[in-house]
């Protein structure tokens, strides 16, 4: 799988683009008459990245699902940088972003929450570089409401940034590894638990309960209780209240420092 990257694209047509609701959508500069908007590309586009991944994301394609001749495409978005900036920026306003109130725990577990949600709904999202984010804004609407769960505990701005992509940054690692295991469940032609039966008279023979005492019962342990190598999704909540716990007392030292 290629990885794609926001922020590649020309900076002013480019944030042109993502505030066109506030400044007017741009007007396309050659091609025939327009017959669809941006929105509608950055929707195409969504959509085929969403049932085939990024890898199947063309302006060719594009264009065959919206009806238009390959270049007209181009009159509404300058080339695939911007539009991958404005996919991402599109799928951070597809849902409401809830008042956050609560504990910090429960304010915090809310956004890591949505954040896993929104990766399970558009997997490309794990295949994109935001080290540049697309400052559109949805993705900066989301950035302040994050910021504001945290807003007012004693932490100074860089510790908030810092605290914010720490929580975001754990979210990855799990929703990659649930959404590997959706796939490779689409596309095999046994469960896990077949496959671990099968592959079982072998793994007696190989694997040592002498040399390997403590993984191998482990891993019956774990097998038992996930009928699989590993629960993705469990060991996202497990890890969630493990960076949370730290936060927390992390802040609390701040507090009492």
């Given at each position: 799988?290629s990885?794609?990257?926001?922020g590649?694209g020309?900076?002013?047509?480019?944030?042109?683009?993502?505030?066109?609701?506030?400044?007017g959508e741009?007007?396309?500069?050659?091609?025939?008459?327009?017959?669809?908007?941006?929105d509608?590309?950055?929707?195409?586009?969504i959509?085929?990245?969403?049932?085939?991944?990024?890898?199947?994301?063309?302006?060719?394609?594009?264009?065959d699902?919206?009806?238009?001749?390959?270049?007209?495409v181009?009159t509404?978005?300058?080339?695939?940088?911007?539009?991958?900036?404005?996919?991402v920026d599109q799928v951070?306003?597809?849902?409401?972003?809830?008042s956050?109130?609560?504990t910090?725990r429960?304010?915090?577990?809310e956004?890591a929450?949505?954040?896993?949600e929104?990766?399970?709904?558009h997997?490309?999202?794990?295949?994109i570089?935001?080290?540049?984010p697309?400052l559109?804004?949805?993705?900066?609407?989301?950035?302040?409401?994050?910021?504001?769960?945290?807003?007012?505990?004693?932490?100074s701005?860089?510790?908030?940034?810092?605290?914010?992509?720490?929580?975001?940054?754990?979210?990855v690692?799990?929703?990659?590894?649930?959404?590997?295991?959706?796939?490779?469940?689409?596309?095999?032609?046994?469960t896990d638990?077949?496959?671990?039966?099968?592959?079982?008279?072998?793994?007696?023979?190989?694997?040592?309960?002498e040399?390997?005492?403590v993984?191998?019962?482990v891993?019956?342990?774990a097998?038992?209780?996930?009928?699989?190598?590993?629960?993705?999704?469990?060991?996202?909540?497990?890890?969630?209240?493990?960076?949370?716990?730290?936060?927390?007392?992390y802040?609390?030292?701040?507090?009492?420092?």
């Open positions: 799988m990885t794609e990257s926001t590649r020309e900076p002013d047509r480019t944030l042109r683009l993502l505030w066109r609701a506030r400044l741009p007007l396309g500069s050659r091609g025939p008459k327009q017959r669809s908007s941006v509608e590309v950055v929707d195409a586009a959509q085929i990245a969403d049932e085939e991944g990024m890898d199947a994301l063309s302006m060719r394609r594009i264009a699902r919206l009806g238009l001749k390959p270049m007209s181009y509404y978005v300058p080339g695939k940088a911007e539009l991958i900036d404005l996919m951070a306003g597809e849902t409401a972003l809830p956050l109130t609560g910090l429960e304010r915090l577990t956004i929450r949505s954040q896993w929104g990766y399970l709904r997997p490309w999202l794990l295949a570089d935001t080290s540049r697309p559109g804004p949805n993705v900066s609407d989301h950035w302040e409401w994050c910021l504001t769960a945290i807003d007012g505990l004693g932490l701005d860089l510790d908030m940034d810092r605290v914010i992509t720490l929580l975001l940054g754990y979210v690692g799990p929703a990659s590894a649930y959404v590997d295991a959706e796939r490779l469940r689409a596309s095999a032609l046994e638990v077949e496959w671990w039966e099968r592959n079982a008279p072998l793994l007696d023979e190989i694997m040592d309960a040399r390997y005492p993984s191998g019962r891993g019956q342990a097998g038992e209780a996930y009928q699989s190598a590993a629960d993705p999704a469990d060991a996202f909540e497990f890890g969630l209240a493990r960076v949370i716990d730290g936060i927390e007392a802040v609390s030292a701040v507090r009492t420092g």
